[in-house]
């Protein structure tokens, strides 16, 4: 017997850890979490929108902790304010605009096979979360502006069915979505939408011959 | 700055031109990507990056 090898436990105690440990073992080794290298058809611009879609969500959230921290007053009155005021906005654009060119991208190399209908959909539902995220945002103004989107957006929230508990004329409860609920929403969709990415790699092209590669 | 901006109607279509120029610009950037080159590094022996 050789002494250097610990002895091996031939029952394993049933343990919720040792169960979760063996199915991420299973569906995300580090290979695949951590890639230093990927296929010859990842080689394409198209394949860069989703990580510029994600260096903007970057500064879209640093910036929103400096507005939340410093508050109305400071981003409307104060030159440095307006600057990360500024910021927050057009990081949200290029958000939006390179989230769409990711959506535009994978709809049309049918991102959805083998396996992955399940990151096309939270891909779908982070879309819906971040376009609500923006509204609240554009609500969380705290100027005329906010106050013209919140008067003419009520009576479609009403006619919707939603005002009783989405009330777009309550200033408190749109900031505490915006800055709170919904970009935890946002994060945790993003991070999971990566990791199943990461977990069953990026899409093969589709054959131009027809049929799938395999 | 203050004045309103152009609108476009297109039948049942109503859009400003700003977000018209954001789509072109979007479908133009879409269609670059698709065409430029991308820079490669050394592949490996079994054709990945």
Redesign the interface.
């Known amino acids: 017997m050789d002494a250097a090898k610990p002895p091996v436990a031939v029952d394993e105690p049933d343990s919720w850890t040792l169960r979760v440990r063996q199915a991420i073992e299973k569906n995300l080794p580090m290979d695949n979490f951590l890639p230093h290298r990927q296929p010859f058809y990842v080689g394409s611009w198209v394949y860069v929108f989703g990580v510029i879609t994600i260096a903007a969500l970057v500064w879209v959230v640093v910036s929103g902790v400096v507005l939340a921290f410093m508050g109305p007053q400071w981003w409307h009155d104060s030159g440095v304010g307006r600057f990360f005021n500024s910021l927050h906005f057009w990081s949200v654009q290029l958000f939006f605009i390179f989230m769409v060119l990711h959506l535009w991208g994978q709809y049309f190399m049918a991102g959805w096979r083998n396996g992955r209908a399940a990151t096309w959909a939270i891909g779908v539902v982070i879309f819906g979360v971040s376009i609500l995220t923006a509204f609240t945002g554009y609500l969380s103004q705290q100027n005329f502006d906010s106050q013209f989107i919140a008067v003419n957006a009520k009576d479609a929230m009403n006619a919707g069915g939603v005002g009783a508990f989405f009330n777009v004329l309550n200033f408190g409860q749109m900031y505490g979505l915006h800055i709170m609920l919904l970009p935890i929403g946002v994060t945790i969709l993003v991070v999971w939408h990566i990791v199943m990415v990461r977990a069953r790699g990026v899409v093969k092209p589709i054959d131009p011959e027809g049929g799938i590669r395999s | 700055m203050d004045s309103p901006t152009t609108y476009f109607h297109w039948g049942f279509i109503v859009i400003s031109l700003p977000n018209v120029l ?1 789509i072109a610009g ?1 479908i133009v ?2 269609a ?3 065409v ?1 080159p ?1 820079p ?1 590094g050394g ?2 022996h079994d ?3």
């Open positions: 954001v979007m950037l879409f670059i990507a698709l430029a991308f490669r592949e490996g054709g990945r990056r």
